[in-house]
């Protein structure tokens, strides 16, 4: 993975060090909060709710197990001894004091971490399928791409005041981990006669105007990535909305004026921005490959994974649904639960990071990865190792068999730490999982993906979620309105509403009954929620939701 | 017809531990809400809230929340300030940690 050069290293200790005169200065009273809110905020720095917030990047969702035990120090000594994994493969510590927020960038800067770009309208931190590197179905590892596009984007000048934020999603397979068509720009590698390129997808996105992304370019060569990338976004600085925040995002900016137009110009544009490229980006790209380097595989017998497979059922539970293929023989991806039923989806204390960056050290080429769904990931782990790993998971809190299942929730921090937010919903999400964990289904239920947002933000991808679940404020009562049929792969669909919310306490009940359509009418166990609502509609499960309104229809 | 004011409180985050904080009366800050000053006077609130702002040097984004008068002081009528006057639900964190450990 990338390893920091001089000159990196260099850039975020300047970084660094100017961020800790700003904090200086509106300490002292030479800044105001309106001179040095945008100052913060370029460094990732929130005020929510009850404090500061520091979101820090993972760029691409990759770090080494050094930096996890980083994130882990953070956690422990300035922030209360826990962090929050995002649906942006971010980290977030909700408790830090504003005094000792530059030597918590300090010590990222130390191991290679940083905060520059997740929060403002920039170019954020460029996301990507956490199995990069190692799923079995990859043409090849996007992070390579994903890296040249995070040095470009850093500080590029032209960037640093889009009209609004600006998020790009990669992957390397043609199944879609990364969700690429819920991002401003989501990149696709696909091979044509044997090169590699690009397919180009603008003007996804979630919030309040939820929309899929289209294709811009069916194949963009290699080389051409950044000068292309840079006219996407010269387009949208010069058609972009600054008049409305909320017409702000690329996805309006295509609405508004066709994917045709946007097309035209972005290719009328590249054909001037391309010739100042001078293969420089190429060479660099060369260079940053050498990082990604696959690990040398191990060839071993798996007989102690089989033997354990065969022999230890709660070991079975976890390897069947916490396991993906790999595209090694003999290894397997570990998707290791941050959500145990009750916990908070995405939450992680200081030790559990301690003991997977050690996971990761020990069993997985030093390598660790954040997915978007909230879970941290050992991507390349030898089989044989994985009854030992599951042992020591299971000493830390660490080993719920929920991956893909109903309990396997995305959630975003809601109203209990966001000042955006409208309702809560990590509560309902812990409760949710507790409730059908006590019900002993989830397991039968099958693959099944609910999501939460606490607002119309949508940082919970509630949109692309089997059952989505938005948290409003009706008349100063949480409120929530459930959607159906979303999808957040490669055959991504926005859900659709059953109908009006339902008060907190009635929230999860309302699951409740949409899961007990779904195991009335599904076509044996094999048929997924998805595709029983495919098969079935909406009707059946607003008859569930609102028996009283059948009934006067009747 | 115009809205009815209902009763306020000032309220905002402190710079340096970016915890909630109440305007009281005597123009300092309390970590109390039941401490605050409840204004019921439209017109006098947007004067309080001018004096709050000029010390703009300690605080972050004040503004007026609505309130109602309790037995102890005032008290949040919306459930959002009923949690920055109490903490996440989730953890037994921010106040609510803060009163039990006094």
New interface residues.
Partial sequence: MYKYNEFDEAFLAERNAQFRAQVGRRIDGSLTEDEFKPLRLMNGVYLQLHAYMLRVAVPYGTLNSAQMRTLALLAEKWDKGYGHFTTRQNIQYNWPKLRDIPDMLDALGEAGLHAIQTSGNTIRNTTADHFAGAAADELTDPRPYAELIRQWSTDHPEFQFLGRKFKIAITGSSADRAVIKAHDVGLQVVEQDGKIGFRVVVGGGLGRTPMIGQVLREFLPQADLLPYLESVLTVYNVLGRRDNKYKARIKITVSENGIDTYRAMTEEAFMAIRGQYDGTDQQLLEEIKTHFATPEFRSAPTDAYDAAYASDPVFRAWADTNLSEHRADGHAIVTISIKAHGQTPGDATAEQMRVMADLGEQYAYNELRISHQQNVILPHVHKNDLPAIHATLKAHGLATANIGLISDIIACPGMDYCALATARSIPVAQEIATRFDALKMEHDIGHLQIKISGCINACGHHHVAHIGILGLDRAGVENYQITLGGDATETAAIGTRTGPGFAYDEIVPAVERIVEVYMAQREGAEETFLETYRRIGMEPFKAALYPEAQKKVA | MARAFTPKVITA?D??????IYFTADDSWTRDMASAELITDEADAQLRLLDAEKQ??RI??AYLADAKAGPNGPEP????ED??RT?????F???QEAEANV
């Fill in positions: 985050n710079l340096l531990e970016g915890d909630v703009n040097i972050v984004g009528t919306h459930f959002r949690f920055r903490g996440p639900s989730n953890y964190h921010g106040k």
